[in-house]
């Protein structure tokens, strides 16, 4: 067990993680996009479920464990890819994927990462790679063949940003991207001194403000400059055949994320992906769309058990990770929640989320009479 660091819940985490972060840094990690509406309407959905508890059932070993893609895992959750990781705690990425290690649970590097995959890599445990495509094709292709050699089994590629996302008070706060110091963000910075030294202090004693990581030398560009040509991410032309191509690139496990529409969920499994994310992108690519949770009964009839199904967005409590199995999902994702224990308290912080929602999932299984995560199902739940 780690130290419980005055938090009882992912809420005392996200408190904690507000205060040392600054405004705008802080707004990147919270923030939605446009009139921010979708982030309610993911809480609302999870609210909306409740549950029918059974009783007089033996609870008195509670077992939270499963398998994902065929590997054990301390329970059905899996940190999910977040590329600003680095921004929120020095070297935040390596802390994540430490942490995720050292509880038994997969994590997911991210291709828009400030640290590169071997070195993340080197953290140990479970870990899956993500995959934003790069203007120029070849460097994707390359990642990918990097990650792979170097034990990522599973690859998720992020389908849910074809384009950039709206996010207007990245702007209004002074934190845009390239990001460059000016009168407000600096103001910012300086009020948050602990950060100020912790993060960007010690990137300045190993020689800079980092960059993004994962393309070769010459189109490295820090955070602070623009993307050199060829090195932007750029999905508005990835199709279903360009989604092919990397299916017969990848030989690992192939996971598509931001699914939404049964339709697509049929076309992944018809195109031969292994796994789904039913994922809004936690309400950050477009406001109005649907919430997760109230995608995913539609999206599990699609794919009639055929495929591995995770559910994303939203999930804050053990309680939303025990509705989204008796829904029908395989598995969670989180990212705000272990990012919220990073930014307050690093690796020990991230430690403290996972251990949270552990213990949160065992008592709500306890208190529906459910000892194993093979018992869960829809019985246990009315939607209001």
């Not at 590329?83 to 020095?90: F, N, R, S, T, V």
């Not at 025990?322 to 598995?331: F, Q, T």
């Not at 990212?335 to 065992?362: F, I």
């Amino acid at each position: 067990m780690g130290a419980d660091l005055g938090c009882w819940n992912i809420a005392d985490l996200r408190a904690k993680a507000r205060r040392r972060l600054p405004k705008g840094v802080w707004e990147y990690l919270e923030r939605g996009v446009e009139d921010e509406t979708g982030m309610a309407r993911n809480r609302d959905a999870f609210n909306a479920l409740t549950f029918v508890p059974r009783v007089g059932r033996k609870v008195d070993a509670v077992d939270t464990s499963c398998t994902i893609f065929g590997k054990p895992s301390a329970m059905p959750l899996a940190i999910a890819p977040t590329g600003a990781a680095g921004i929120m705690w020095h070297k935040g990425d390596i802390h994540l994927a430490r942490a995720a290690a050292g509880h038994g649970l997969p994590f997911t590097i991210s291709s828009a990462s400030t640290m590169d995959v071997e070195q993340v890599v080197a953290a140990g445990g479970n870990q899956w790679f993500q995959l934003y495509m790069w203007q120029d094709r070849e460097l994707s292709y390359g990642v990918l063949e990097r990650a792979h050699a170097l034990g990522c089994e599973a690859l998720f590629v992020t389908l849910d940003l074809p384009v950039a996302p709206n996010r207007e008070y990245l702007y209004h706060n002074g934190f845009g991207m390239p990001f460059g110091l000016n009168r407000r963000n600096g103001t910012d910075m300086l009020l948050h001194p602990r950060w100020l030294a912790g993060v960007i202090g010690r990137y300045m004693l190993d020689g800079g403000i980092p960059a993004q990581a994962n393309l070769p030398k010459k189109l490295k560009h820090s955070v602070a400059r623009g993307a050199k040509p060829g090195a932007l991410f750029k999905q508005d032309d990835l199709d279903w055949a360009g989604l092919a191509v990397l299916r017969e690139k990848w030989p690992g496990k192939l996971v598509l994320k931001g699914v939404l529409h049964p339709d697509d969920a049929k076309q992944a499994l018809a195109m031969g992906a292994d796994g789904i994310v039913v994922s809004n992108h936690g309400a950050r690519s477009l406001d109005g769309a649907i919430a997760s949770i109230d995608a995913l009964p539609a999206i599990v009839e699609a794919v009639g058990g055929r495929m591995t199904v995770f559910l994303d967005s939203g999930v804050r409590r053990g309680s939303d990770v025990v509705k989204a199995l008796a829904l029908g999902a395989d598995a969670v994702m989180v990212g705000r929640a272990t990012l919220y224990g990073l930014a307050a308290a690093g690796e020990a912080g991230v430690t403290r989320a996972l251990e949270l929602l552990q213990a949160e999932t065992a008592r709500v299984m306890a208190m529906l009479g459910l000892a194993s995560i093979a018992e869960i199902g829809p019985e246990a739940l009315r939607k209001e």
